[in-house]
C-alpha cells in the first residue's frame, strides 16, 4: 500500500479498501496484492455520502437525490445499489458497514473507518521547481504514473488507480501556477484541451481562492459532471461536483468548501 492509504476495513478478514472519490473506484488491499473495482457514478457518489458522516443516519431521500442527481429513479434503485456496495465490502451477509435504520435510512458503520494517525500521513512529494509545464496529454499508466508521483499527491492518487488497472487508459495534462498544480484528466485524448479551455478559470479562481498552495485534480464526465479534487500539504482532501451549466455561476462559498 505505498501509493495509496486505505480508509476503511472491509468484511473480508482483515482486508482494507481506498475510497476515492474522484473516480468513483474502491481500491481492496490484502498483504501486497490489491484489486480495484469501478462503483459507476451512482454507487460512488453513494458511499460518497454515506461516508461523508459516519455513524449518521442518512434518510432515503437525501441519498436517492445525492447519488441520482442527474435522473428520476425508483428506490429499487437505491436497495439495489446498497446490496452491491455490500457485496464489494464483504458486508452482504453481516450487514455490519452499512447499516439499515427501519423506515429512516442508512448508516455507515464508523468502526469500519481507518483514521489517519500521525505516524501513518499522506506523504506529500516534494515538487519540482518549474513554473510551467507544457500542455501534453499522455496516457495515464504505469511510466506516468513513475513521474506523477515526482510532481504531486494528487496525481498519486490518481495514476495509482490505473496502475492497479493497466488495460485501462486515461489522459492527463499537468499544469503549474507557482506552487499550486493542476491535473486535467479525461477518458479520450482529444478531450483534454476541451476541459481545459472549459475549466481553466474555474482552477485559477480555486488557486486564487485558496490561502495555501493547493492541487486540483479536474475528472470530466460524460454525463456532464466535473469532479473536482483538492489535495493540501496536511493530507487534507476534498471534493466538489459540479455540473457544466454551473462552472461559471459557483459561487466562492461552494469552491471555498473544496480548497480550504
Not at 495509496?4 to 490484502?30: E, I, R, W
Not at 455520502?49 to 428520476?72: C, F, K, M, N
Request: with cysteine; charged share 20%; glycine share 6%.
Amino acid at each position: 500500500m505505498n501509493t495509496l492509504s486505505a480508509n476503511m476495513k472491509t468484511g473480508h478478514g482483515d482486508q482494507q479498501a481506498y475510497f476515492c472519490p474522484v473516480l468513483y473506484t474502491l481500491t481492496l488491499f490484502k498483504d501486497e496484492s490489491r484489486h480495484t473495482v469501478e462503483l459507476g457514478y451512482s454507487g460512488g457518489r453513494l458511499l460518497e455520502r454515506l461516508i461523508q458522516a459516519p455513524g449518521q443516519v442518512i434518510d432515503r431521500e437525501t441519498l436517492v437525490a445525492y447519488a441520482w442527481s442527474d435522473r428520476v429513479v425508483g428506490p429499487g434503485s437505491l436497495n439495489q445499489q446498497v446490496y452491491t456496495l455490500r457485496k464489494m465490502l464483504g458486508d452482504e451477509k453481516n450487514l455490519q458497514i452499512i447499516q439499515t435504520v427501519p423506515r429512516r435510512g442508512y448508516r455507515f458503520n464508523p468502526a469500519f473507518i481507518i483514521e489517519k494517525t500521525p505516524e501513518q500521513p499522506l506523504q506529500q512529494p516534494a515538487t519540482p521547481a518549474l513554473e510551467q509545464v507544457p500542455v501534453m496529454a499522455a496516457p495515464v499508466r504505469s511510466g506516468l504514473r513513475r513521474k506523477a508521483m515526482a510532481v504531486s499527491a494528487t496525481l498519486a492518487v490518481i495514476t495509482g488507480y490505473f496502475f492497479a488497472s493497466p488495460s485501462t487508459e486515461l489522459y492527463a495534462s499537468l499544469q503549474k501556477t507557482g506552487n499550486s498544480s493542476v491535473v486535467y484528466v479525461e477518458q479520450q485524448q482529444p478531450k483534454v484541451n476541451e476541459l481545459i479551455s472549459k475549466t481553466r478559470a474555474l482552477s485559477e479562481r480555486m488557486i486564487n481562492l485558496s490561502e495555501e498552495p493547493v492541487e486540483l485534480a479536474i475528472v470530466g464526465s460524460a454525463n456532464g459532471y466535473y469532479q473536482v479534487h483538492c489535495s493540501h500539504n496536511t493530507g487534507t482532501n476534498n471534493t466538489l461536483i459540479l455540473h457544466a451549466n454551473e462552472i461559471q455561476s459557483v459561487s466562492d462559498t461552494r469552491l471555498l468548501s473544496c480548497v480550504q
